[in-house]
């Protein structure tokens, strides 16, 4: 069993990596090969529904699998942090499948797309 002994934020350096490069691999199986929101054929990037965002996952897998220590530090079990962001990237109802402009649209902090604007294929 694997672990990390430290604080949160010292965690999240160390996963946010790990978890970003997950993503494309456990989404392959899912993507249409058309954008969901332009229906252009392209190479498609897995976008986290808002709300459902990368640091969010983070926070519940290690809320999931971390016991606190003393003070700010805690014993996280890896193994059950992986399962958790394996199980959230795993169902594709957590993730749109867009484009690249579309997602770069969609994931701007003045973004007004509108989750009403896509089309599940």
Known sequence: MSRF???FNEFKRYVNDYVKN???????????GKCERCGRPAILDAAHKRGRGRDIIIKEAFDAASVLISGNVYD???DIFSQYVYQEHSNP???WF?????????????STIQESEFKRI
């Open 93 to 95: 109802n957590n993730l």
């Open 76 to 78: 996280v079990d890896m």
């Open 5 to 7: 002994i430290g604080t």
């Open 22 to 32: 997950q993503v494309p691999v456990l989404t392959k199986k899912f993507k249409p």
């Open 98 to 110: 867009l484009c690249r402009a579309c997602h770069r649209e969609y994931d701007a902090k003045n």
